[in-house]
């Protein structure tokens, strides 16, 4: 069965026949901030297997632990060393923790179809004892997982040995009280929950309600409500599916609750539109509350302009005041009380309109760019290629280019702007649009939810840059 996101590029097919060294503005500090690098992880061989391209990046909510999922199924866990986060000042540093095969590849029979182990999404739950819990999906099936820790160990058993084979019960002659004793540190991931057979397409979004009890998971053309205890059957809240498939216009590309109000979600479509439902209003939210769309310009029509306008992504801010939208060219900020244009827009690489053909010939013009907030949402962070990223200064409404690269990974070393040239002589710093390799994009960012320490995914690494006080 054809996905609805293939056969909206089919239809597409036939219709077309400013790191940081100015920085960002933190507002406890005096002035400007540097940012440096920190950290990379992952290997150094040029030859990159296909599963260990970074699929995902999530912070927990304090910010100690950062998960990263891969295409081939594995997510790995990094805590901040606590070293790191006691010295003064304060260093973004992160060990592994723990690693774990969340999902393994599998075959639909009935459809005849393959099932990647790629980690789509990873969404942790807010902590509520010592374990900590998240949510990982692929294309079909959502688990649940518990991270623990265990540093004691029972010795003493009456009917079973300490290598765990059963004591034969005649020669159990006394009573033994069993004793606690200390063991080596060990992470454990363990499913506790495996929620299946929703979705019909690909899932693209889950998300976590506030009241952290539901969960909404979101494919092309639905939207599931789940409950976290209940595996066996899900609401469905949103449904686009038209009667007959070849009058579908539009798809879901990314769904999101709101981070205070637990009747409130959004989801974005690949028409460039935001709907905003409110789950009080009526069990199917089929019939929006709100409807966020900017009306295009009519000097920017081209060819492209429907599938460059597909919004990739969309995050409500920290506030609950606003969000952000990413489509192909820029990312906008949305006022929720404002729905007819957006606030602030800003061109995250204006200077590949004039690529969009050889952009559409290589596939790239269908790359899912995320983005994300700062904690206090003052600025934003999004991708771009050449492993360039881009942070956006709200207040000062600075911009900078920023690249993430190997030949910097050195401790605390300053990160220069990059620029691109788009014709003319190239000055010294600068890049030719020509040049840039897009084969190496920033598709996934996350940054820390109280400090200026951000993640971004370069194929298989994963750099850590945080500011230099």
Not at 49 to 61: G, K, Q, R, Y
Not at 324 to 335: G, N, Q, T
Request: glycine share 4%; with cysteine; charged share 30%.
């Amino acid at each position: 069965m054809k996905s609805p996101s293939n056969i909206m590029r089919q239809s597409s097919l036939t219709k077309l026949g400013s790191m940081i060294n100015t920085a960002v503005n933190k507002r406890a500090g005096n002035g400007d901030i540097q940012w440096c690098f920190s950290q990379v992880k992952g290997t150094l061989e040029e030859d990159v297997t296909e599963a260990d391209i970074i699929s995902c990046v999530e912070f927990n909510h304090d910010g100690d632990l950062l998960a990263t999922g891969d295409k081939g199924g594995r997510v790995v866990i990094f805590q901040r060393d606590p070293i790191s986060k006691n010295s003064i000042p304060r260093r973004g540093e992160y060990n592994v923790y723990s690693t774990f095969q969340s999902h393994e590849p599998e075959f639909d029979y009935l459809k005849s179809l393959e099932i990647e182990e790629k980690i789509n999404k990873i969404r942790w739950l807010k902590r509520k004892n010592p374990a900590h819990f998240l949510l990982s999906t692929n294309d079909k099936t959502i688990k649940l997982w518990k991270v623990s820790e265990r540093d004691k160990r029972v010795e003493g058993y009456n009917t079973k040995e300490e290598n765990g084979t059963i004591r034969d019960p005649a020669c159990i002659t006394a009573l033994r009280v069993p004793t606690i004793k200390p063991m080596e540190l060990m992470v454990e991931a363990s499913p506790r929950r495996i929620f299946a057979n929703a979705h019909t397409y690909h899932i693209n979004s889950i998300s976590v309600n506030s009241d952290q009890e539901t969960y909404l998971s979101a494919d092309d053309l639905r939207i599931n409500l789940w409950h976290l205890e209940i595996t066996d059957q899900s609401f469905n809240i949103v449904d686009i599916k038209p009667t007959n498939m070849e009058e579908l216009t539009e798809v879901i590309t990314a769904a999101e609750f709101h981070p205070a109000e637990c009747n409130v979600l959004v989801y974005s479509s690949s028409k460039g539109t935001i709907r905003l439902c409110d789950m009080r209003s009526a069990a199917l939210c089929d019939q929006h509350s709100k409807l966020f769309e900017e009306p295009e310009d009519p000097t920017n029509r081209s060819f492209f302009s429907e599938i460059i306008s597909s919004i990739s992504d969309v995050k409500l801010s920290n506030s609950g005041r606003y969000m952000i939208s990413r489509d192909y060219l820029s990312v906008k900020v949305w006022d929720l009380q404002m729905e007819t244009k957006p606030i602030e827009c800003y061109p995250v690489h204006e200077y590949l309109r004039s690529k969009l053909c050889s952009l559409y010939e290589n596939d790239c013009i269908f790359d899912k760019f995320e983005c994300c907030w700062s904690g206090n949402d003052s600025a934003i962070m999004t991708g771009s290629y050449n492993n360039f990223f881009r942070v956006f200064d709200r207040t000062t409404k600075r911009d900078l280019t920023l690249e993430a690269a190997r030949d910097i990974a050195k401790p605390k070393t300053l990160l220069k702007p990059r620029k691109v040239c788009t014709g003319g002589k190239r000055k010294k710093d600068e890049i030719s649009v020509d040049c840039l390799d897009f084969n190496k994009k920033i598709l996934h960012t996350a940054w820390h939810p109280s400090e200026n320490v951000v993640a971004v995914a370069a194929t298989n690494n994963l750099f850590l840059f945080q500011d230099k006080l």
